[in-house]
């Protein structure tokens, strides 16, 4: 689960690497996460039997029977993705993560600046962003951001406190004075 835990399972897993090659099969690895593609199920199941009994009585390592499946690339889950109708999309996990990573990082009773809460989660928003960039999510996207502003506004709202502190901050922020004094 380190910062070494990809590096070590790579220097580990080259020889299964070199299999994979060798056969000309098509494959993705990251770490100790494999997807190995074939044209048929029984190809598969066979490829399965040889690379298991390869994991586990050359190189001695444990495969993980539950995670290990052989069907259509079509709904299987690799490194928070989800494959459905030749779409990648964003796995439900992954979502479920982010929306409490989320919700820490907006947490209304944190204790810290604004301007520091904003910034940890620019971070994260950017890095999750990034990375799931290849997701065909743009109206999840939309529908994040929305939740996303709600949550900033709460923890300004919460932050602010008193009517006057949320009329004057309101009205620094642009908002006429009429409106201000309605919403604080």
Known sequence: GGPLSPLLSNILLDELDKKLTYKHLKFARYADDIIILVRTKSEGLIIQREITAFITQRLKL??????????????????????????????????????????????????ISMTLQIHKLTQYLRGWGHYYLIANAYQLTVDLDHWIRRRIRMCYWRQWRKPRTKVRSLMKLGVSERLAIACG
Do not use: M
């Open 62 to 111: 444990k495969v993980n029977e539950s995670k290990s499946r052989v069907g259509p690339v079509s709904g299987s889950k690799f490194l928070g993705f989800t494959f459905r109708y030749a779409q990648v999309q964003i796995h439900e996990q992954a979502l479920k993560k982010f929306k409490a990573n989320v919700r820490e990082l907006t947490n209304r009773n944190w204790g």
